[in-house]
């Protein structure tokens, strides 16, 4: 990069000048270098070995080049068996130092002639070792430090091209005045014809141990390259430099210093910019920032907090959101914090103009005139904040049993439910987000057909649940022992190990089939009267409860409580419960019932709830519970009508 | 509304025929039954008395009107000692039956033969006592129930106006025709003459018992309005019927049969809607629908779970909003949802491309291009959202202790700081919600010197604080006993009754002052790095307890832990810590200082925070407690330096 010795006047021609170079770092590498940090590097400074990529200048006062790209990395840590190389360029090994903030950078910068005298020294080793005869790369290290800003985009780098200043000057014997003139024209248009061949091939097989060989340019090419020009490359000096360096070697007995660093960017104002910045922001597309950004956040996570976090678990993980509403806007919203990238929604309702103030993805405007439907501006909404989801919304009515339907009705109900079977088919969560018991039975029922994860979430007016339901029941098993749920499980979907009893879903705990609950209620049951924390709150925790189950390695048949550290956070549900085997949504006769009958099945659930009850036997158990209370205490015998008062949801919330 | 008795041909003209009611609902009307119904009705269905206001019709074939308006409750339960009577319109006594729901609604419309023989019942008595001839409009009670569905703004009516249906007809022994005819010229002259001097005065004095009068209309005049008919108005056959009555009275002993009820409206099909419902939606002002559902939103939670809830207390609390990030969109949506109406959020930034999917009230749009600043963006967020809040974004920086300032910005930070003053002295309640420590020591303060409530919220990874500051100190007491305390602030403040030890602050558990703590940091210490469900749950419980501590009858004199049941679940802070009296943010000495100097006294701090520990003594507490661990243990005089770890905010926040 600069002259090895100052010379007063006029230089002499037969020492070796240094060419300047010139750092060349294209977006790609910004990119590459933004991914390792974020997904490998982490918080590590370790310096990293990456290669650069140079070629001689064709023009006269034009320094050459070294570029790093996105190959720096791949080339440098892969045995590099075939690479598309980039022509006119060489690879020449680089030490890269990324930093971890500005302050340890300036700290660097600061402290760096350490640094470039490593290199120095290591440069100088290699000419006495005769290492670099072998591998002329060596003679050209370079040293870049670096500290990548992802949040901004924002990169400040500095490269160093250390070049020796021994006490006295390289020098050659003769001077070297272009190809022609050192190899004479036979020659000369030989090399020229090489030189051309190799840059027309499509590969370059690259040895790792870079000895030069027919398949990689060494030295000759590279005079090839710059024979116009009265300069040499220092690798034309070879002979010389290891003459002398050996001379200089044995009178000093360590390195010579070395002058390295690339001269800053002179600013519009004059000053220069030192050590330079590359700002990539606004070179990008901005739905390409927003994705990287909202990646990086995410990626942070695991620099320290949570190591073994599996983002692309979250991220892949289709996720329908039944009902828009307060609670739907919520999880919607931290599904998207946490990176899931498909989304849908279904809700039968339109935008009120009550619910935007409580529903964190409607506007004003959505519940203006006609009032937009709440499934589609959801999605809508969703979009907006980040393009790169994928945001669906679907206008449909959940199927509810004890909802009287007139034919017409019903004729659309088994549309709905076939749609919502389907879509409960498709993703891989479920979430529970109405505003009433019944509506959940259904696609309770279906998470159960299916085997997928279901969460419920449902608020009362200052407490709330949040619940995760069980693992789906093992098929024709009425009523699993702990044995018989371990042994159904694991051979229904190679489950790791043994489990305990499946945990029960919403409606496990009842002895009622559930219906209509909407009746004759005033207004104050009709809508969502809960205050209005509540629902930010029992939204996040519906999502966090997913995370956690996502990244446990049993997945659906995690514990309810594991003490063992599994997974992510999995453990948090301060209560559970198991399965009921007589449950009129979740149970292995009820879910046989509706894979074998379909609709059949369901209508006859939603035209007349208490045929689940005959189905599951509840109808039995209430019978003899009655009996009992009659025969032992007739006074006593109100029990079966207080659990009857879960139906009218008056009191069916359990406080986390 | 129909005639008493069907006839064969053509009707006797001696027969008394009653003249059909036509009703008429005000826009008044539905607005002021909505109010009552949300704000002090609730769950009742007690019926109402109301009064309605009839004028007979001017024109033959027209019916009278029947008119119920705004006027309607509050004539029937004021004094009514000066009302603007409508002057065509007379007052009578009617009876609002509101029901709770739909199918409350229908059951009475079912079963409404018993409402109606019970008014004619009531009628009926009142000829046979003479009531009516005293209160002649005792005759024209009528009858109307209702369905107010607030939430769709759907009023469900029907009005019943009983006729008497006598075994046998009432007759007038001479039909009148007209108001000459009936009076002479001279006479019918001087009617109308009186008629038209009412009717031009700007009052009316009603009297409360309703007697005739030379200030209320009776039935003279309402027969010089009903003049140009040869129909009579019941009351001009007043004698007749009186005397018919009785006798029928003997005879049957019992009330005659009613018929009462308005007919249905003829829908655009040739059907008859049956009852009435009037869709007040679509003649509303969108944002005027906004306003009242929100207002109805809020208003229902009185109604059964919370009745003692202030909502005016909430919705008059200006909140000041320090950071709109993360956890300061997640506290702005939350005051929206209780309807609190003023906010300003303050952020020195802009909207970057990561946060949209975190902070929920930014589009991907705000993160293009330049970028809005988030301050403006998420107030222009909020009146999107709800057009009838007073949002407001303020660009400003919260000066931080020990963050190093130019002499160009020491004199920014000072034109800061004194914004910042007058916003806290302008508002309620403060929110921390910034993303360093330090930035909350100079608000701290301020609240402090105020006297404002401050609610601080911080995220960790996966933990996160909320908590409220204490009461403001006692001025010139510098460690406050139970007693001072007491003594002190009841004297400044005029709290109620006795309280513990005032609450401590953010910084009352340090020993060091605040200093930078973003120096040094890498990337994923200087990002928010948290589950992305924390903010929401933070968000939402700051304003919780904020709503909690306002509903208070101490307010921020509040105890943590109120057993007594005051507030609205003030009690829920699981951990409670007493101010400092060598705090560096809210300590008497440092609020007296800044009192004192203003500014002067902040630039010492800002620029040198360690002034701060020699001010509030905490410089003697660390060389006391250096000496004491030197003297007692060399090997544990690490003490102070984990007090000092505090600063960086490694570890500084409490899990909830």
């Given at each position: 990069m600069q002259s090895s010795t100052p010379q007063p006047g006029r230089p002499d021609p037969s020492n070796v000048l240094f060419d300047p170079f010139q750092s060349t770092v294209t977006q790609g590498f910004w990119t590459e270098l933004s991914d390792l940090k974020l997904g490998t590097l982490r918080l590590s400074e370790e310096p990293l070995t990456i290669s650069g990529f140079w070629g001689p200048s064709n023009y006269e006062g034009v320094p050459p080049q070294l570029q790093v790209d996105n190959e720096s990395f791949r080339l440098a840590h892969s045995s590099a068996e075939v690479s598309v190389g980039i022509r006119a360029q060489h690879e020449v090994p680089g030490t890269l130092h990324n930093l971890n903030s500005i302050e340890r950078f300036r700290a660097f910068q600061a402290n760096k002639r350490s640094a470039e005298q490593a290199t120095a020294l290591q440069i100088w080793q290699d000419i006495l070792s005769g290492a670099a005869e072998a591998q002329p790369r060596l003679l050209q290290r370079f040293l870049l430090f670096t500290f990548a800003d992802l949040k901004l985009f924002r990169y400040h780098y500095w490269f160093a091209f250390p070049a020796l200043k021994p006490p006295a000057p390289f020098t050659l014997e003769q001077p070297v005045a272009g190809l022609t003139s050192a190899f004479g024209p036979q020659l000369a248009a030989k090399v020229a014809r090489a030189c051309q061949s190799w840059r027309e091939r499509a590969h370059t097989q690259l040895q790792p141990d870079g000895k030069?060989?027919?398949?990689q340019p060494a030295w000759l090419l590279l005079i090839a390259q710059d024979g116009h020009s009265a300069r040499c490359h220092p690798l034309l000096a070879w002979q010389q430099v290891k003459r002398e360096a050996a001379a200089q070697q044995a009178q000093d007995g360590c390195a010579p210093e070395a002058a390295a660093w690339e001269p800053g960017r002179r600013r519009p104002d004059g000053s220069v910019q030192q050590p330079r910045v590359a700002e990539l922001a606004a070179s990008m597309d901005p739905s390409a920032l927003a994705h990287s950004a909202v990646h990086l956040n995410l990626g942070l996570m695991r620099w320290r907090a949570a190591p073994a976090l599996d983002l692309e678990k979250l991220a892949t993980a289709k996720c329908l959101l039944l009902g828009a509403g307060t609670l739907g806007c919520a999880v919607a919203r931290t599904l998207l914090g946490w990176g899931v990238s498909s989304i849908t929604l279904v809700d039968s309702g339109r935008v009120a103009y009550s619910n935007p103030v409580r529903q964190s993805l409607f506007t004003f405007e959505d519940s203006r005139g006609g009032a937009t439907p709440k499934a589609q501006a959801a999605a809508a909404s969703l979009r907006c904040i980040y393009p790169h989801v994928e945001a669906e919304g679907r206008q449909l009515t959940v199927p509810m049993p004890g909802h009287p339907l007139t034919p017409a009705e019903l004729s659309q109900a088994e549309e709905d439910a076939a749609k919502l079977d389907a879509l409960v088919a498709d993703c891989d969560v479920v979430f529970l987000?109405?505003?009433?018991?019944?509506?959940?039975w259904l696609p309770t029922l279906l998470a159960a057909t299916h085997g997928k994860l279901a969460i419920n979430a449902a608020l009362a007016f200052d407490t709330f649940l949040v619940m995760r339901h069980g693992a789906p029941p093992v098929p024709d098993a009425g009523f699993l022992t702990s044995h018989e749920a371990r042994a159904g499980t694991s051979r229904s979907s190679g489950r790791p190990g043994s489990a305990p009893q499946r945990l029960g879903c919403y409606?496990?705990?009842?002895v009622v089939a559930p219906v209509d609950s909407t009746v004759d209620r005033p207004l104050d049951q009709m809508c969502t009267v809960a205050r209005p924390g509540l629902a930010p709150i029992a939204g996040a925790l519906a999502v966090e409860m997913m995370a956690s189950v996502l990244q446990h390695p049993a997945g659906i048949y995690a514990p309810a409580l594991d003490t063992s550290g599994a997974g992510f956070g999995a453990s948090r549900n301060p209560e559970e419960g198991q399965a009921f085997s007589q449950c009129t949504a979740c149970s292995a006769c009820v879910v046989q019932q509706y894979k074998q009958q379909g609709w059949q099945f369901l209508q006859q659930a939603l035209q007349d709830p208490k045929g689940l009850e005959d189905l599951t036997g509840l109808t039995e158990l209430q019978e003899k519970a009655a009996a009992a209370a009659e025969l032992m205490d007739l006074d006593h015998a109100g029990s079966m009508e207080s659990a009857g008062a879960l139906e009218e949801g008056g009191d069916e919330w359990t406080a986390l």
């Open positions: 030069p060989g027919t398949r987000l109405m505003d009433t018991r019944e509506a959940r409606f496990c705990s009842d």
